[in-house]
């Protein structure tokens, strides 16, 4: 057992399983009594099971650890409060919370339901306000705390077929930004996490959506970086067991995609080119300058396709 988070107390949403499973289990060797909280239900969130939580709590335990389970939705108010509770009463206190806890309900934008983009934005986006709305008001009282979040590329960079949790994701990153200026005035940080690494949810996209990841440079090439980059689940935890420490008192913000040995910073968005002139643009202006400035060496993601027969 580690001594880096003694004494902290951390949630963790979904973290029966995958990503949130790994980020519990260390966060507890670190030193912390963690909340595992997971509803139990299947990838696309249907269902509900205390299996998935108890399990982790029983490993923490039998590690030497600390832990409570929790099978709360994070996608309602009452579910995120009842959460940041069971902390307070199991605990005494609440310091770090991770937002791990996801679904997914991929679609073409064309043939998605209304059901199917509510239940995402519910669990992802509300899920991650829910949880961090709750804990902020401690936070702000005690003056200090830790938040991560969880982003992804399919938000930062887009991925077909994942309009709901493309906007939920890149919904969290704009979150993530706003809350840092919120609360780091009284002591707290707000970091979000981008992770490549496999689960039950990556394993349910389809190779054809992987094949245009890949084309538009959201992974690593050899160009990039020469490792050969892992997958594992728990390849994410360090660098969040770290944020959520006190040697990351001052980074407070950012978005960090971490896959294998890797972990990137990733750019805020920024002006990448400028036209500038005194008075308003005319459409014709417009359409004289454009090819040659910004869109200079632009590319179409998904450029127009010949009718299948």
């Known amino acids: 057992m580690g001594d880096l988070l003694k004494d902290k107390v951390a949630v963790v949403t979904g973290s029966g399983r995958g990503i949130g499973r790994g980020i519990a289990l260390l ?28 399990e982790v709590v029983n490993e923490i335990k039998a590690a030497g650890g600390d832990a409570v389970a929790n099978y709360d939705s994070v996608a309602t108010m009452d579910g995120g409060e009842n ?13 770090i919370v991770v937002a791990v806890a996801g679904i997914l309900r991929d679609r073409m934008l064309f043939n998605m339901t209304e059901e ?59 979150f993530t930004r706003a809350v840092a200026r919120d609360l780091g005035r009284y002591g707290v940080t707000v970091n979000s996490i981008s992770p ?18 890949a084309a538009s440079g959201m992974q690593g090439t050899a160009a990039v970086t020469p490792l050969q980059l892992n997958r594992d689940p728990e390849d994410v935890a360090p660098m969040v067991a770290w944020l959520v ?21 990733m750019n805020n968005p920024s002006e ?38």
């Open 196 to 213: 490549g690494a496999d689960s039950r949810m990556t394993q349910t996209v389809p190779q054809s959506a992987r094949d245009i990841r």
């Open 116 to 174: 199917e983009w509510d239940a995402v934005i519910a669990v992802h986006l509300k899920g991650t306000f829910t949880v961090c709305k709750a804990a902020s008001i401690l936070f702000r009282q005690q003056r200090s705390g830790r938040i991560i979040t969880f982003s992804s590329t399919s938000g930062l960079y887009g991925n077909s077929g994942q309009a709901n949790y493309g906007a939920a994701k890149d919904g969290i990153a704009g």
């Open 27 to 54: 966060l507890a060797s670190e030193g912390a009594k963690v909340v595992v909280n997971d509803l139990g239900g299947s990838v696309d969130g249907d269902g509900d099971s205390a299996t998935p939580a108890d």
């Open 245 to 265: 420490s006190d040697e990351a008192d001052n980074v407070n913000g950012h978005v960090f995609h971490c896959q294998g040995g890797q972990i990137s910073l």
């Open 83 to 95: 959460i940041i509770k069971t902390a307070l009463d199991s605990f005494g206190k609440i310091d």
């Open 272 to 309: 990448e080119r400028t036209l500038r002139k005194n008075g308003r643009w005319s459409v014709e202006e417009i359409d004289a300058m454009f090819s040659g400035t910004l869109g200079m060496d632009m590319v179409n993601p998904s450029p127009p396709q010949p009718p299948k027969e």
